[in-house]
């Protein structure tokens, strides 16, 4: 069967609701799958899809109501947007565990291989492990970034879960996994193991302060990510009218969506997620960030500057830095000024899967450190992982 035909449309009511919007309202612009649309058209850009695991009758959740979610969507006006997008409507989980699974991740993979990026939109973190999955048979290791405020490593030995899916997909074999980064920790929340873990594994992390106290540092790993997902609980409680956990501490709605822009504006993230989402009498607020994080990713897709990997390095300016024992190469890029760092790969076996990998993004500081014979972070992590 199709995994298209899986798909349940989205109700005759709120398509009808969405044709009265004004016609700059994005319900007035994108495709809606109302059970005839397929095959998809060929130049959709973008398609939002909901996973609903309501039917697995899981009497601990509270299940989203994601229409509600799709009319506050709907009502935003577009941006100077001109790529085309898609609601695909609602993925039905019924059965955590295989068959349906799978399909989910064979619906991912389709896109994917079109050139479609996914907004998925879903209840239990445990699914990004399937947008991971989805990327098995791209031959291609790839970069995963959750925005979280754990790193949900847990015990990788147990079944798939919210709490253990990136321990999952680091001892998962053959690995696809080339690096991993986590934006939005909190110290207090991760075991020192964890944290430690991550570190032996030459993986990256910004604390929640950090970000807080510049959230452009999140733009450089954002540019080098494949995979971007958000845990809706990474996100502070009183700024989504307690739809989360009750956290004190995460980010605000503005920071956010800044986040969900910087996702939208790198050349190279082709799926983006959104996880933990519930649904509670106060789930208004969350309906409309929700909505706004959406727009924002959107509408950084369309300021994408296509530079690297999408140019040659013999467009970029180039700079070599001598140091103390060995020399560091720089690239800025004249179309968006941005920086990136060349990473010597002494393994020729690796360097034909990461090929996209031997420039890494950096920004004009990890330069000028450089500069000063001090060897960014992100250098020695990456040429630890070649």
Same mark, same amino acid.
């Given at each position: ?231 809706? @609980? *990474?996100?502070?409680?009183?700024? %989504?009218?307690?739809? =989360?956990?009750?956290?004190? /501490?995460?980010? &605000?709605? +503005? ?91 002494? @393994? *020729?076996?690796?360097?034909?899967? %990461?090929?996209?990998? =031997?420039?890494?993004?950096? /920004?004009?500081? &990890?330069? +000028? ?18």
């Amino acid at each position: 069967m199709d995994v298209f035909d899986q798909l349940q449309p989205v109700s005759y009511a709120l398509t009808e609701w969405a044709h009265e919007l004004p016609q700059q309202a994005l319900g007035r612009k994108l495709l809606i799958n109302t059970g005839d649309i397929f095959p998809m058209p060929k130049d959709i850009a973008l398609a939002i899809l909901a996973i609903d695991d309501s039917v697995t009758n899981d009497t601990t959740r509270d299940y989203v109501d994601f229409d509600k979610i799709r009319k506050t969507l709907y009502e935003l006006y577009t941006g100077d947007w001109d790529a085309k997008i898609i609601d695909l409507g609602t993925f039905v989980i019924s059965d955590p565990q295989e068959p349906s699974t799978n399909a989910l991740t064979q619906l991912i993979e389709s896109l994917v291989k079109r050139n479609v990026i996914p907004i998925l939109l879903g209840g239990s973190q445990s699914y990004l492990y399937q947008q991971y999955e989805a990327y098995k048979h791209l031959e291609q290791l790839v970069n995963v970034l959750n925005i979280d405020q754990c790193f949900d490593i847990g015990d990788a030995g147990t079944a798939l879960n919210a709490h253990n899916t990136i321990g999952k997909m680091i001892v998962d074999k053959p690995t696809i996994l080339f690096n991993y980064a986590n934006l939005g920790y909190q110290s207090f929340l991760n075991t020192q193991e964890e944290i430690q873990l991550l570190d032996s594994l030459h993986f990256e992390s910004l604390r929640l302060g950090a970000l807080k106290a510049d959230i452009s540092a999140a733009e450089t790993l954002m540019r080098d990510a494949d995979i971007v997902s958000l845990d809706f @609980n *990474s996100i502070k409680s009183i700024e %989504t009218g307690f739809a =989360t956990t009750h956290q004190p /501490n995460g980010f &605000d709605g +503005l920071e956010v969506c800044a986040l969900a822009r910087y996702a939208g504006i790198s050349d190279k993230v082709s799926s983006f997620s959104i996880f933990e989402i519930k649904q509670n009498r106060h789930a208004e607020i969350a309906e409309h960030l929700i909505s706004q994080i959406i727009w924002y990713f959107i509408e950084g897709f369309h300021n994408r500057m296509h530079d690297y990997p999408f140019t040659s390095k013999a467009d970029y300016k180039r700079f070599i830095v001598a140091q103390t024992d060995q020399e560091m190469v720089f690239y800025q890029s004249p179309i968006s000024g941005r920086w990136w760092m060349e990473i010597p790969n002494t @393994n *020729s076996g690796v360097h034909t899967k %990461t090929t996209s990998n =031997t420039l890494i993004p950096c /920004n004009h500081q &990890d330069y +000028l450190d450089a500069c000063e014979n001090v060897i960014p972070d992100r250098w020695w992590k990456a040429f630890n992982k070649f």
